[in-house]
């Protein structure tokens, strides 16, 4: 006979142990002692970091393509999204990977300053390329950015696309943040 | 090693017993977090599995202890 007493006391000791474990990860977490965050979004599920493409029209529906990767088009300029900040981050560095069916440029940017429309853009080049798709590098600098509730609003724009009948496709946005 | 049935069933309604308490604490204590410092929690940890973590321990202790 084993004295299954003494297993359920080690067991509880651990159950009692993982809730302290898991808020202990959280606060690593939240406070990003590290320095440095990474968050990547594949448009696959919901992202708590990155949100989807908005508005609604502008941007259309999450599809999932031929090749099983999510995208999500944008046919109207602009376009926003915000990126949630656990805490203070001064410098983003992103990368989209995207199709732009045209030659027309695109230019991101965050919220700089007030409520008003205020974006620093800078132009979101094809650096790079992954099979049909452009990867473009942008860094920005988050401490003249404006914050609400821990987010700032990113815009994506590629003016007269509507009229161009062209599109923009994306299928990834990751960020590294670091302090 | 030999384990009597009943005292195997019986150690096993235990640890889901304990399972709910402390599930229910931590999305007690989580969730009140959550309330004061939004998405300190939600941003890393999704509320909903915790919450069927709660009901579905929960409804076996109830069941066990009829």
């Known amino acids: 006979m084993i004295n299954l007493g003494k297993k359920e006391k080690i067991i509880r000791v651990v159950f009692i142990l993982i809730p302290f474990l898991a808020l202990g990860w959280l606060i690593q977490k939240n406070f990003v002692f590290s320095g440095v965050m990474e968050a990547t979004y594949n448009f696959d599920k919901n992202n708590a970091f990155i949100s989807i493409l908005k508005p609604a029209g502008r941007a259309l529906g999450v599809e999932k393509n031929n090749n099983g990767d999510y995208t999500q088009r944008v046919i109207i300029d602009p376009v926003y999204f915000d990126l949630y900040m656990p805490t203070k981050f001064k410098k983003a560095y992103f990368m989209f990977v995207f199709k732009n069916s045209g030659e027309r440029g695109i230019k991101v940017g965050p919220q700089v300053f007030g409520s008003g429309w205020n974006y620093h853009l800078e132009d979101l080049n094809c650096d790079k390329k992954i099979g049909d798709w452009c990867v473009g590098e942008i860094s920005f600098d988050l401490e003249k950015t404006y914050k609400k509730d821990k987010k700032v609003n990113f815009i994506i724009s590629s003016p007269g696309l509507d009229v161009s009948g062209e599109e923009i496709e994306l299928t990834q946005i990751k960020v590294i943040l670091s302090k | ?66």
């Not at chain 2, 989580?30 to 929960?58: C, D, K, M, Q, W």
Request: aromatic share 16%.
């Open chain 2, 1 to 66: 090693m030999i384990f009597k049935k009943e005292s195997l069933n019986k150690f096993i309604l235990h640890i889901i017993s304990d399972f709910f308490y402390v599930s229910l604490t931590t999305f007690l204590v989580f969730s009140v977090i959550e309330l004061v410092e939004p998405r300190f929690v939600s941003a890393f940890i999704n509320f909903n599995a915790l919450l069927t973590l709660v009901v579905i321990t929960g409804i076996i202790t109830i069941m066990k202890k009829d």
